[in-house]
Each structure stands twice: as structure tokens, then as C-alpha cells.
């Protein structure tokens, strides 16, 4: 043929048709789309109003033992906070705990008689906390909270500097995520979901669907490249993950005030790459189950599910038995939602986040290498 | 350069125990219809998906276009023009996508893409069909969209495996003058199928049984051959009284009931059309209705089934093993 056109021009004419075609399937199917680009919003809005792990107003019963004007103000501190509120004041632990039993009250703050004298002489003093453990992150978070009022409540009264040297006073400062907020934690895993999802899912459906339907045979009879056909089925979802990640984030500043503080290049590369291997396995499953059924059920199994319960998204890693700690090193999501929290939580760029980046880079490199492997153009 | 299109020899396809395609050899000459005839299951499909390399034999050689089977595919790739058993267009994309992307896959752009779509979509009658979406569209039309996909490089040689599969007598005809036409221009055809009338409009045949390529000539050819003689069809005298008063005749090849009427097969140096009626007409007193009839591809098809190979393996053809 004659013309500008170079091998390479060719191939790139065969990765645009195969494009265009790949996009035109995605336009008639609103399905897709939605999945894509409104499933994550979504989820994000979700989360991040709905399912928040910041508990607010737990309701909490004293029991005054001491009856001193100390234990007073120490029960109105517990009153005075945003997060914890007094629902009754009793006289025993017993019937704090039959409220507890009833669902009436998270836990049971106890003022020992005595405080109040100990506390006057300087010596070592206890407040009791009875907690309700049902709910383990409601338990958590209660002891996390009366530890901190009672803290900055006994600070107060105690001023002459002799007697409040005796005390270790434990000052708590949160960098980065000062609330505490959850929207903050979850912007970055969701991202990892969403790409997950997009890539994997989507990938696997789409060429798995050239199999069951016999268009790969046409496909191959055709002097489309293996690369070439590969590329251009996944362009048009490689722009659509781009979409639903550009989403997230403007979601995640717009209305929960995530931050991205630091580097976007380096937020940019540890996107690519988790992109890339999150569609290499996409492909992997497609080419292995040549079925869409299969490829869905695999998908969700090999990448959504475990991106939500072990990539640290939801449960940190680190308090994970060591079996599974394991499995979420290998897995990508978890190295990707460890580099976002840092780019965009921590400020950092390449230099604090490259291992991860590099695990990134070796997940796709490997997935890239199996699937082109297994990915044959002949039908045996 | 060789007038060959396909030249094949001693090709072979082995699935695990079974053979699929059993030391097959043939040659379609350029611009030829090729027809490759046999039941399900013996052989044809796992053929023309070597010869388009998407198989790898396991044995033999075969040359398509110029190209050795399984060394240069892309090369043989944008020379032939292959149409699956199983539709396999996109059902959800329209008419007009579905070319621009195969015409597209197949290296034409712009212009001239757009001018081969308006060209195809003129010649197979699909103008004012062209945006409908793929999935409303008839069995028959559907096929001749495949048909289009499959020439939209101008390739010179045609693969059509069971074209016309499920798909009404009036579509059947009219696909077939499509392929006629191709013919004439030069294209060459290679067709599967297991329609006997169709058939007679390939310039060879090859008879496929169990794997094995069992016949292979003219449809006249193969007719004289495994079907000698002339046939007559009979009306007003039944199957027994004819066995009876002809049965031992010299000359007379064959006596079969074929529908209302019987078929009496002879030859016609030993015995005449005249002499037969003179014997009928003295054995019974209802009217006689002598025709003479056509020996039809599904008499040879029989011929060779029954003859050709011996009957368990004939059996095997029909098990539902990979197409």
C-alpha cells in the first residue's frame, strides 16, 4: 500500500477501529457505563455520609460513687463532649450494665469513692470503664474518647505544677487526618475499588464475550495483531477508569474536603500502574474462563472482594493474622491505597511511596507477561 | 505462479484420541466453487480453520494464497476472507458498524473504507437497512452481512463454513447468486455444507466422512461414478410388483422408493427406457406414469456413505464430536 502510512501507522489504524468498535459497545450499553462511572459515586456518597466509622452522641451512664464536687465536673465533662453523652446517672454499675444489656448505652463510666481524695494527694487514681464489646469498632472507639476527656478533664482542676508532675500526661496529636474522618480513609481505597472494578470486571466481561459469541474466531482470521486487539479493546476502558478515579477525587474534595497534597505525577504513575495490572488480570481471567459467567464470578472473587476485606481499604493490614498479611502484600490494591494515603493524605511523592510503586510495577509486569503468554491466536 | 489456490497435502488433525481430519489432500484451482460436503462432525469446519490458520494441523502440509499453512498467518490473513459456522458478527452494534470495524481490522480507513461499506452494503441489498442494530435483522440477511464482512479486503479466497445453515430457501438462493458472482470475478470459494442442492452449484466436490475425504470430483462426475445409470420414476405400480417383474432383469442397477413413487435405476447399454414400460405395463391394469428423473447429489451422498466406508465409522459422524 502506498501512502504516509508506516507498519506502525498501520497498527495504530487496527487499534483505533478496534476502539471505536469497543467504544460503540459501550455506548449502547448503558449498563456499563453506570457500573463505571455512577456505581463509585455511589459508593463514595455512601460511605461517606452513611456508613461513617465516626460514631457521634454514644450514649454512655455514670455512676457517681464519690460525690464529690470533682466527680461532678468530671461526669459534666463526659456531658460537655461532642461524642459521648451521658444518658443516665445511676448508683450502681448492676443497673448501668442492665441499660448496657438493653442497647440504652454503649458503657458505664464508674468515679471509685475515693477519686477525689487520691486524685488531691497526688496519687494514682482509676476511673472504671465498662464497655460494651458487641460492637468491637463502637467499644474501640468509646475507650479511645472517655480516655480523652477524662485526660483533658483531670488536667484542668490539678494546676499546682508540684503535684501535676506526679501524673504522666499522654498529649495525643493527629497529623494529617485531625477528625480523624473516614472520608479521608476511604477516598483512596475507593479509587483502588473503582479501578479494580472497571478494569477487572469490565475487561473480563468484554473479552470473554468475543469468545462465547465466536467474534474472536472472526477476530483472528483477521490481520489484527494480538497487542493490537488487545490495546484497542482496553482503551476505551483505560479512559473510563481514568473518568471514574478523576470522579472519586473531585467527589472526594468537592464534598468531603480530601485533600491531595502531594505529588500528582507520582499519584498519576501509581494509578498507570495499578491500572495496567488490574487489566492484565482482567484479560488473564477472560482468556482462561472464555465465559461470561465464569469470568464475572472469578472477577469478583480475585479483585473486589479481596480488595474490600484485606488491601487494608477497610481493616488495616497490619492487624491481620500473618497468613493473610501475605496475601495482601502480593495483592496490588493494597499497595496502591497505601501509596494514595500517602500522596494524598501525607503529601508525599516518589521518594516515601517507590516500594510501593515498584510492587505496583511488578504486579503488572508479571500479569502482562502470564496473559501474553496464555492469550493464544489459535483456537486450540 | 501456480493456478493453485489451496493445494493440501496429506493435512491432519488430531483432538486428543479422536481424528478429526484424517490424511486429507486436494487442490482448488483459482476462481473455483469448492464445495466440502459431509455430516456434522466429520471434519469440514476443523479443516477450513487450518487452511484460515486457527488451528495448527497436526500433520500434512497446506498452501492458501501463496501462504504455508501456520508460518506467515498475517500475510495469509489479509488474503482470505472467512465466514464462521457461528454468526459472529456484533448483534449490537448496526449494519454500518459492523463493516467499519471488520473493514477497519482488515486495514482500510477513511475514504476508501467508506467507499468499499457503501459498495458491500449496495451489493447485498442492505441500503436502507444500514443503521438498523444487527440483532433485528432476519436469519438470511444476517448472513449475507457476514458474507460482506468476510470481502471487505477483497481477499482471494473465500472460506464459507455452512453459510446458509438455518436459513430460509429464498435467502439460500439468493446468497448463492452472491457467491456465483464472486466466483466469476475471480474469487475463489471454498464452501461447506450439508445442503445437497446447493452443492450442485460448486465445480467440485469433496465428500467428507469420518475424517476422511472419500470422493472428490464434479458433481456430474461423481453422479456417473458412484450413481451409473439413468432413472426413471415410476407412478401406479408398487415398490414389490416391480422388485417381482424386474428384480431380475439385466440391467436394471436399483429399485427404490422414492416418496409416492419408485425409482428404478438401469443401464441404459443393457436396457431401455421402452422396454421397461413394455414390462410394466403387462403386470397390473391402473395407469402408468413413466418419468424420467435426476440423479441427485444425495443419491451419490448415500452411495458413497453406504459403500465408501465401512458402516460404524459412518455412525461416528453423526456423535456430536467437535465441528
Request: glycine share 8%.
Amino acid at each position: 500500500m502506498t501512502g504516509p502510512f508506516t507498519a506502525l501507522g498501520h497498527a495504530l489504524q487496527r487499534i483505533a477501529a478496534m476502539a471505536a468498535k469497543e467504544a460503540a459497545h459501550i455506548r449502547r450499553d448503558p449498563q456499563t457505563l453506570a457500573m463505571a462511572l455512577a456505581m463509585p459515586v455511589a459508593l463514595l456518597l455512601l460511605f461517606g455520609y452513611g456508613v461513617t466509622f465516626d460514631l457521634e452522641k454514644l450514649p454512655v451512664v455514670a455512676v457517681d460513687q464519690d460525690h464529690t464536687s470533682v466527680a461532678r465536673s468530671m461526669v459534666r465533662s463526659f456531658s460537655a463532649s461532642r461524642e459521648l453523652v451521658i444518658a443516665a446517672e445511676l448508683d450502681s454499675v448492676e443497673k448501668g450494665e442492665a441499660l448496657m444489656r438493653e442497647g440504652r448505652a454503649v458503657a458505664v463510666v464508674v468515679i471509685p469513692e475515693g477519686f477525689s481524695r487520691a486524685l488531691a494527694r497526688g496519687e494514682r487514681t482509676q476511673l472504671q470503664l465498662v464497655v460494651d464489646g458487641a460492637d468491637a469498632t463502637t467499644a474501640l472507639q468509646t475507650i479511645n474518647k472517655a480516655d480523652a476527656i477524662a485526660s483533658t478533664a483531670l488536667s484542668l482542676p490539678v494546676t499546682t505544677p508540684g503535684q501535676g508532675a506526679a501524673r504522666l500526661v499522654v498529649d495525643t496529636w493527629t497529623l494529617y487526618n485531625p477528625a480523624g474522618r473516614s472520608a479521608l480513609l476511604l477516598v483512596p481505597g475507593l479509587m483502588a475499588f473503582i479501578l479494580a472494578m472497571v478494569c477487572v470486571l469490565l475487561t473480563a466481561l468484554t473479552v470473554a464475550r468475543e469468545w462465547e459469541r465466536g467474534s474472536m474466531e472472526q477476530l483472528f482470521t483477521t490481520p489484527i495483531r494480538r497487542g493490537e486487539l488487545i490495546l484497542g479493546k482496553l482503551l476505551p476502558y483505560v479512559g473510563l477508569g481514568i473518568l471514574g478515579v478523576l470522579l472519586v477525587l473531585a467527589v472526594g474534595a468537592w464534598v468531603f474536603g480530601v485533600p491531595i497534597r502531594g505529588s500528582l505525577l507520582t499519584l498519576a504513575v501509581a494509578a498507570l500502574l495499578f491500572l495496567i495490572g488490574m487489566l492484565a488480570q482482567g484479560l488473564f481471567i477472560s482468556v482462561i474462563t472464555k465465559n461470561q459467567m465464569v469470568a464475572t464470578q472469578v472477577g469478583t472473587l480475585t479483585s473486589m472482594l479481596p480488595i474490600q476485606i484485606l488491601s487494608g481499604f477497610i481493616f488495616p493490614v497490619a492487624n491481620m493474622p500473618v497468613p493473610l498479611q501475605v496475601v495482601a502484600q502480593v495483592m496490588p490494591a493494597t499497595h496502591f491505597i497505601a501509596a494514595l494515603r500517602g500522596i494524598l493524605l501525607r503529601g508525599n511523592g516518589l521518594r516515601e511511596q517507590w516500594q510501593h510503586l515498584l510492587a505496583l510495577a511488578a504486579f503488572a509486569l508479571v500479569m502482562v507477561v502470564i496473559t501474553s503468554a496464555k492469550f493464544r491466536r489459535r483456537l486450540d | 505462479m501456480t493456478d493453485k489456490a489451496i493445494e493440501v497435502q496429506r493435512l491432519r488433525r488430531v483432538f486428543g484420541s479422536f481424528v478429526a481430519v484424517d490424511d486429507v489432500s486436494f487442490d482448488v484451482a483459482k476462481g473455483e466453487i469448492f464445495g466440502y460436503l459431509g455430516a456434522n462432525g466429520a471434519g469440514k469446519s476443523t479443516t477450513i480453520r487450518m487452511l484460515c490458520g486457527l488451528l495448527a494441523p497436526s500433520g500434512g502440509q497446506a498452501k492458501v494464497a501463496g501462504c504455508a499453512v501456520g508460518a506467515n498467518t498475517l500475510a495469509l490473513r489479509s488474503r482470505i476472507g472467512y465466514m464462521s459456522q457461528k454468526f459472529s458478527l456484533y448483534l449490537d452494534l448496526p449494519v454500518e458498524a459492523n463493516i467499519e470495524f471488520f473493514g477497519g481490522a482488515y486495514g482500510l480507513y477513511g475514504k476508501a473504507l467508506a467507499r468499499r461499506r457503501d459498495e458491500l452494503i449496495e451489493r447485498i441489498g442492505l441500503g436502507e437497512l444500514r443503521r438498523v442494530v444487527t440483532a433485528d435483522l432476519p436469519g438470511g440477511i444476517r448472513q449475507r452481512l457476514a458474507l460482506a464482512t468476510a470481502l471487505l479486503h477483497q481477499p482471494q479466497i473465500v472460506f464459507l463454513d455452512e453459510p446458509t445453515a438455518g436459513v430460509d430457501p429464498a435467502s439460500r438462493r439468493s446468497f448463492w447468486r452472491l457467491i456465483r458472482e464472486l466466483a466469476r470475478e475471480g474469487t475463489t470459494v471454498f464452501v461447506t455444507t450439508h445442503y445437497m442442492d446447493e452443492a450442485e452449484y460448486c465445480a467440485r466436490i469433496g465428500l467428507m466422512v469420518s475424517g476422511q475425504l472419500v470422493a472428490l470430483d464434479s458433481p456430474r462426475v461423481l453422479k456417473d461414478k458412484w450413481v451409473p445409470g439413468k432413472v426413471l420414476t415410476v407412478q401406479g405400480r408398487d415398490e414389490k410388483t416391480m422388485k417381482s417383474v424386474l428384480g431380475d432383469q439385466p440391467g436394471v442397477l436399483a429399485i427404490e422408493p422414492f416418496g409416492a413413487t419408485v425409482h428404478i435405476r438401469f443401464d441404459p447399454a443393457r436396457l431401455d427406457e421402452a422396454a421397461i414400460e413394455q414390462m410394466l405395463a403387462n403386470c397390473g391394469s391402473e395407469t402408468l406414469l413413466i418419468d424420467k428423473a435426476e440423479v441427485s447429489l444425495e443419491d451419490v451422498f448415500l452411495a458413497v456413505v453406504s459403500k465408501g466406508v465401512n458402516p460404524s465409522t459412518v455412525s461416528h459422524a453423526d456423535a456430536g464430536v467437535p465441528a
